[in-house]
């Protein structure tokens, strides 16, 4: 990154990074991001644009959930690993409370009639959406003429979707592949 | 694996946690084949409602990890399952962070990501099948599902009003 834009100055205690996140999961209904990002860059200005975009691509190189990664990457920048830990607790913690009390609920009334059309309706329209994230990222790498990457997705559906082959299989047979050929043709 | 389920549960969960490159949306089928097809710790129809209650409640969806864990064991299943889930990635993201500054530019760390990308879109795709077979079972949820993804694809709506929609239609009965 460049250093046109001086880092911010605004430094957060443990007790604000852990309000920040927590406000911010309990807001994040379809994805914590947008919300992260209007909470520390347009209101607290713990990050300049750049910055956040910049810990943000962290996060995604990462495995595992960006959202979580991101709050450790957040955390530990500003406060070791004692803010790292403080963020992600107010990132998990108010979701866990309230998701532990519907495995309680679900746990005594999931077998009601109504309840299973309501999550039947649900998840029917959540899998409607999951096909548009699909249809949003395939969009761009089956634009260019030919090309590797759309085969790589094909084998990692047909490999885990139709052949049911376990996670971690697939990923050591196809991530290196596709990273070698990432790696030859830029 | 061991008898002990909280001992599964950790181990399949933290060895996920690594490989889960997309998050949650790319785990969802590894998690379904241990959780209903190796384990059958659960139903299909109880797996796919854990992830509609994950969607609807606020929090990064990962969360679906300590509905599975409730219902295996109880709360302590539910903080394994979490646990396992966030605990190894969290290490790494603390570790990588510190050092990111030096290899953020390299031409290996472009390549992984870029590599990666297809891997994690097929897997969201298979993210997708999977719970579609276990929730459009009629006409009726299959459209809503292909409605959903239209209005998904061309707008960028809020995802609660489509739940609410969807859990009407769904309330009536049709599905």
């Not at chain 1, 070791?80 to 609920?105: D, E, H, Q, S």
């Amino acid at each position: 990154m460049s250093a046109t834009a001086a880092p911010s100055p605004v430094r957060p205690t443990l007790s604000e990074l852990f309000r920040a996140f927590a406000v911010v999961s309990v807001s994040g209904f379809g994805g914590a991001l947008p919300w992260a990002r209007r909470k520390i860059v347009e209101q607290k200005h713990w990050m300049t644009a750049e910055e956040f975009n910049e810990a943000f691509a962290l996060s995604q190189f990462l495995p595992g959930p960006n959202v979580v990664n991101f709050s450790v990457v957040f955390g530990s920048r500003f406060g070791g690993a004692p803010g790292a830990a403080v963020a992600l607790a107010g990132l998990m913690g108010p979701p866990l409370v309230i998701v532990t009390v519907l495995a309680v609920l679900y746990a005594r009334f999931g077998d009601l009639e109504i309840l299973s059309r309501v999550l039947a309706g649900i998840t029917a329209a959540a899998v409607g959406l999951l096909i548009a994230v699909v249809a949003k990222m395939a969009a761009p790498m089956f634009r260019k003429r030919w090309d590797w990457a759309p085969l790589v997705a094909i084998a990692a559906f047909i490999g885990v979707a139709i052949m049911q082959w376990p996670l971690p299989l697939v990923f050591v047979a196809l991530a290196p592949v596709s990273v070698a050929l990432a790696w030859v043709t830029r | 694996m061991n008898d002990n389920p909280l001992v599964s549960l950790f181990g399949y969960f933290a060895l996920l946690s690594l490989f889960a490159v997309g998050g949650a949306n790319a785990a969802i089928p590894e998690m379904h084949r241990i959780a209903v097809e190796v384990m059958h710790w659960m139903t299909d129809r109880q797996f796919a409602d854990s992830f509609a209650i994950a969607q609807v409640s606020p929090g990064p969806n990962i969360i679906i990890v300590t509905l599975i864990g409730y219902h295996v064991a109880g709360l302590p299943g539910a903080a394994v399952a979490t646990t396992a889930m966030c605990g190894p990635t969290c290490i790494v993201a603390f570790l990588v962070a510190r050092i990111w500054d030096r290899f953020k530019e390299a031409r290996w760390r472009i390549a992984i990501q870029a590599g990666l990308v297809p891997v994690s879109l097929g897997l969201i795709a298979a993210s997708a099948f999977v719970l579609a077979r276990s929730a459009d079972h009629n006409i009726y949820a299959a459209i809503i599902t292909a409605v959903t993804a239209l209005v998904g694809f061309a707008t960028r709506i809020n995802p609660l009003w489509i739940f609410a929609v969807g859990g009407l239609l769904g309330l009536t009965g049709l599905l």
